[in-house]
């Protein structure tokens, strides 16, 4: 009985392998912290990725918003190079869209996402429009994001929050424990686009970071 579950446990692991489509890693280290959703980082398939990405209907939504910082190490100051951000937000009626082709967690992300990999100076930058609350309003405006740093399980950080929202109340705010840094925006309006500036540092405030 005990040799049956033995090759058992083999043959759920072997297809549990074959089945992963993530990219392999070394010396990968797991962080006990539950992250649903956050494998979705690892579908930008053959795209190229830099420090700078414009997420889809860009071009024709207002209040356009450039959100741009640097990620740093988890001293807060040495600058992480090679670091993926994975973004992910609703349009203007606060409805993660979709156009009905999508796979994998695109099908609840929607397609307005993207991805950045920071510069050796620890720099990224992305172009998209401010969302909207959900319909029922019942969570202020907010951008999704994920990290995945070279030879670590991907993990999640505080949303990209906007100062001036009115759902983001002291009550909404105590519920954030600040992953990452703070991810509340205070957006300046400079030559016709809201910026916001966010550091980033890894690690901080992620339970079992090491």
Not at 76 to 87: H, S, W
Not at 108 to 129: A, D, E
């Amino acid at each position: 009985m005990k040799i049956y579950a033995f090759f058992c446990l083999i043959l759920i692991v072997g297809c549990n392998q074959k089945n992963n489509q993530k990219p392999l890693t070394q010396n990968v280290i797991v962080s006990q912290d539950s992250c649903e959703g956050c494998e979705a980082i690892y579908e930008y398939g053959d795209k190229f990725l830099s420090n700078v990405d414009t997420l889809p209907k860009f071009e024709e939504t207002k209040p356009k918003i450039k959100l741009t910082g640097t990620v740093f190490k988890k001293d807060g100051k040495t600058p992480a190079k090679d670091v993926i951000l994975y973004v992910y937000q609703t349009n203007r009626a606060g409805v993660y869209e979709t156009k009905g082709d999508e796979k994998g967690w695109a099908k609840r992300h929607g397609y307005i996402r993207g991805w950045i990999k920071t510069n050796q100076n620890g720099k990224y930058t992305f172009y998209t429009f401010r969302p909207a609350a959900y319909p029922n309003r019942r969570a202020p405006e907010h951008i999704h994001l994920t990290v995945k740093e070279p030879n670590r399980k991907e993990y999640y950080l505080d949303d990209f929050l906007f100062d001036d929202d009115s759902l983001l109340t002291p009550n909404e705010r105590s519920r954030f424990t600040e992953r990452g840094g703070s991810g509340i925006l205070k957006l300046e309006l400079i030559d016709g686009i809201y910026v916001g500036k966010r550091d980033i540092t890894l690690g901080k405030n992620v339970p079992n970071y090491e």
